[in-house]
């Protein structure tokens, strides 16, 4: 895998803090270079706590906030003000506290929302969204870090293994009969994962180890979809040592 890292942190809060200190100079850095930035969100206990750390850090000031694009690698399909969804929770967590232009953020469709109970339109309309702020002979924007969560299974986003999502070569499409609730859901797929600069993996505990034990040993996207999380540039994985126990040893770095 091109551009591997694997670091291990000692515990999940460590981890958080970690996640948030590099976020934050990834944006700063990426302001720097071309005058904007771009970042896709994850949800999990793991990813809110990193963007509660991002909330605590004094570096955060450092960050232009109005020129930062933010989006999501899924949702789930539940009402707009409902608790289940990531960007309420990311929202509570980190980006009420910031001066964010509201046209910079794009949030997935709700039930309810101008697609009513379709989520499959709602998901095309986020793949025109997708499509409508990606640069020349792209059909989604290159996303400077985007950040994923894994299942103690390895599926990434809302694509479980061998489910009909880890076949599917659109941006973005709605996930139905998902095996953990709720049933249905929209997720971007690997078409729009693998597109990113950076892609990172956060994952923290031993019911995750196993899982990224295999992802990182050769297993197929379909068996284990975080094996299909790769970043054009780089592919970082971000666990805490429980995560961590099973992998070869030559792959950890802390």
């Given at each position: 895998m091109t551009g591997l890292t694997v670091v291990v942190h000692r515990d999940p809060t460590l981890l958080a803090e970690a996640v948030a200190a590099r976020l934050l100079t990834r944006l700063v850095d990426a302001q720097a270079q071309r005058g904007w930035a771009s970042v896709v969100l994850t949800g999990g206990g793991l990813g809110v706590a990193s963007?509660?750390?991002v909330r605590r850090a004094p570096a955060r000031a450092a960050v232009d906030w109005t020129r930062v694009d933010v989006w999501w690698g899924d949702e789930r399909f539940v009402a707009a003000d409902s608790e289940e969804r990531n960007d309420v929770q990311a929202r509570r967590a980190l980006?009420?506290?910031?001066?964010l232009d509201p046209a910079r953020v794009h949030p997935m469709g709700a039930l309810?929302?101008?697609d009513g109970d379709d989520a499959d339109a709602a998901a095309q309309r986020y793949a025109e969204e997708l499509l409508r702020f990606a640069s020349d002979d792209h059909d989604v924007p290159l996303f400077d870090v985007l950040l994923l969560g894994m299942g103690p299974e390895g599926h990434v986003a809302s694509i479980f293994p061998e489910s009909p999502a880890a076949h599917d070569e659109r941006t973005a499409?709605?996930?139905?009969?998902?095996?953990?609730?709720?049933p249905t859901r929209i997720s971007l797929g690997f078409?729009?994962?693998q597109e990113a600069r950076e892609v990172?993996?956060?994952?923290?505990?031993?019911?995750?180890?196993?899982?990224?034990?295999?992802?990182?040993?050769?297993?197929?996207?379909?068996?284990?979809?975080?094996?299909?999380a790769r970043?054009?540039?780089?592919?970082?994985w971000l666990l805490d040592e429980a995560a961590a126990s099973l992998l070869p040893r030559g792959l950890r770095r802390l």
């Amino acid at each position: 895998m091109t551009g591997l890292t694997v670091v291990v942190h000692r515990d999940p809060t460590l981890l958080a803090e970690a996640v948030a200190a590099r976020l934050l100079t990834r944006l700063v850095d990426a302001q720097a270079q071309r005058g904007w930035a771009s970042v896709v969100l994850t949800g999990g206990g793991l990813g809110v706590a990193s963007l509660e750390a991002v909330r605590r850090a004094p570096a955060r000031a450092a960050v232009d906030w109005t020129r930062v694009d933010v989006w999501w690698g899924d949702e789930r399909f539940v009402a707009a003000d409902s608790e289940e969804r990531n960007d309420v929770q990311a929202r509570r967590a980190l980006l009420d506290s910031l001066d964010l232009d509201p046209a910079r953020v794009h949030p997935m469709g709700a039930l309810g929302g101008p697609d009513g109970d379709d989520a499959d339109a709602a998901a095309q309309r986020y793949a025109e969204e997708l499509l409508r702020f990606a640069s020349d002979d792209h059909d989604v924007p290159l996303f400077d870090v985007l950040l994923l969560g894994m299942g103690p299974e390895g599926h990434v986003a809302s694509i479980f293994p061998e489910s009909p999502a880890a076949h599917d070569e659109r941006t973005a499409f709605a996930v139905h009969g998902c095996p953990k609730p709720p049933p249905t859901r929209i997720s971007l797929g690997f078409r729009a994962i693998q597109e990113a600069r950076e892609v990172w993996v956060v994952a923290a505990g031993e019911e995750k180890a196993a899982a990224a034990a295999m992802a990182l040993s050769g297993a197929g996207q379909v068996q284990v979809p975080a094996a299909g999380a790769r970043g054009r540039s780089q592919t970082l994985w971000l666990l805490d040592e429980a995560a961590a126990s099973l992998l070869p040893r030559g792959l950890r770095r802390l």
